[in-house]
Each structure stands twice: as C-alpha cells, then as structure tokens.
C-alpha cells in the first residue's frame, strides 16, 4: 500500500496548460480502470473533478480531463485559472476493497 | 443536500482511544458504502478504512490493522471509527467520505475532525 507518485508541485499561467502524473504499479493504477483525481483547496473537503480514470462529474468544467498509460495516469487540465490553484490528488483502487492516494501535487497559477 | 458531519476529535494522550462519529443525511444512507480518509498535518491524503452498506465488508489500511473499527449504524445514519493504541503518527484531519456505488471511489467528502495525539 505504498502512495502513488505525483510531482510535488506544477505551475502554469492563465491560459495555459499543465499536467500532473500519477505513477503507480500493476496492483493499483495499472490493474483497474478505477482511477480518481481530487481537488482540494487547504481546509475545505476535496472535491472529485474525475473518476473511472476519465471521466467527469457534473459540473466540473471540460478544461479537466485525464487519461491512463500502463501504471500511470494523468491530469491535465487546460486554460488554467486562478481558481484551479490547489492541491491535487490521484486516487486508485488497489483490490481487496483497499484504496491508496497520491502523495499530492501543489498547483500554483503563476 | 448531502451533508457529513464528522465530530469526536480533540487532543487524546498517546496510547489512548477515541472514537469519531459522521452524521449522514440528505441521501439513503443505508445503501451506501462509505469510508475514512485522514491527513496529517502538511501531508497528503491517507485512505483510512472502508466499509460495505450493510457492514458486513470492512477493510483497513496496513498502518492501522488491529487498532482502528470502522462501523456503522443503519437506524442512526451514523458511521463511526474506533481508535485504538493512539500515536503522533495518527495526527491528522479525519474525513468521512462516502463511496461512489459501483466506481471504487469517493463522491462526497464531510468537512473533517482534526484528532491531536500528544502528551
């Protein structure tokens, strides 16, 4: 149940584009299309932007979107606002109804 | 509208148990799974524990086995976590989260309950 690894941190500027990985192991992010990514602003409760590795809840805006590659996943999200800057979690399955998260990447728009 | 509210934290001395409650309401609480999440102080999100609807699947984090009980009461719409053999290492935000049926993830998350372990 090791976490999975994310960068510690990603920045980008109005507008732009930016990417966040999300490594994992065959046991986790490469064995289930169960993965998830959260949003969280420091003291309020995270919010889901993704799940079943692409796809997004209702209202989260199509700027966010997500794939997966062997063991690791991604999330990108594009035309960056002030709003997206948070902290961001990935979020797998990894069987035996057991769960194991991102060590979490800090987005700042620059 | 959705709403978990977590209480139950506070400062406990090292060694001690505690127990946290989540008050469910404005979904069918019996018919969801839900779960535990933690992070600590200037960490990341940890998964805690799980457990089935019913309550008859429950499942932990390794760092926890055998000191942690995750259950719940169907009557009350409440989930509860029993906290066992406390250390500094179980500082954390704890949040109650509910499960996305059928997507192995979580869906709504309550606003959390900070528990201290200090001497």
């Known amino acids: 149940q090791s976490a999975l690894t994310q960068p510690r941190s990603v920045s980008g500027s109005p507008g732009q584009s930016v990417a966040i990985s999300c490594a994992g192991t065959?046991?986790?992010?490469?064995?289930?299309?169960?993965v998830s990514w959260y949003q969280h602003h420091p003291g309020k409760a995270p919010k889901l932007v993704i799940y079943d590795v692409t796809k997004r809840p209702s209202g989260v805006p199509d700027r966010f979107s997500a794939s997966k590659s062997g063991n690791t996943a991604s999330l990108t999200i594009s035309g960056l606002q002030a709003e997206d800057e948070a902290d961001y979690y990935c979020?797998?399955?990894?069987?035996?109804?057991?769960?194991?998260f991102g060590g979490g990447t800090t987005l700042t728009v620059l | 509208q959705v709403q978990l509210v977590e209480s139950g934290g506070g400062v406990v001395q090292p060694g001690r148990s505690l127990r946290l409650s989540c008050a469910a309401s404005g979904f069918d609480f019996r018919t969801y799974a839900m779960h535990w999440v933690r992070q600590a102080p200037g960490k990341g999100l940890e998964w805690v524990a799980f457990i089935s609807w019913d309550g008859r699947h429950k499942s932990t984090v390794d760092s926890v086995k055998g000191r942690f009980t995750v259950s719940r009461d169907n009557s009350k719409n409440t989930l509860s976590l029993q906290m066992g053999s406390l250390g500094a290492e179980d500082t954390a935000v704890y949040y109650c989260?509910?499960?996305?049926?059928?997507?192995?993830?979580?869906?709504?998350w309550g606003q959390g309950t900070l528990v201290t372990v200090s001497s």
């Open positions: 065959s046991t986790d992010v490469g064995g289930y299309t169960y």
């Open positions: 989260a509910r499960d996305f049926s059928q997507k192995y993830t979580i869906d709504f």
């Open positions: 979020y797998s399955y990894a069987g035996s109804n057991s769960w194991v």
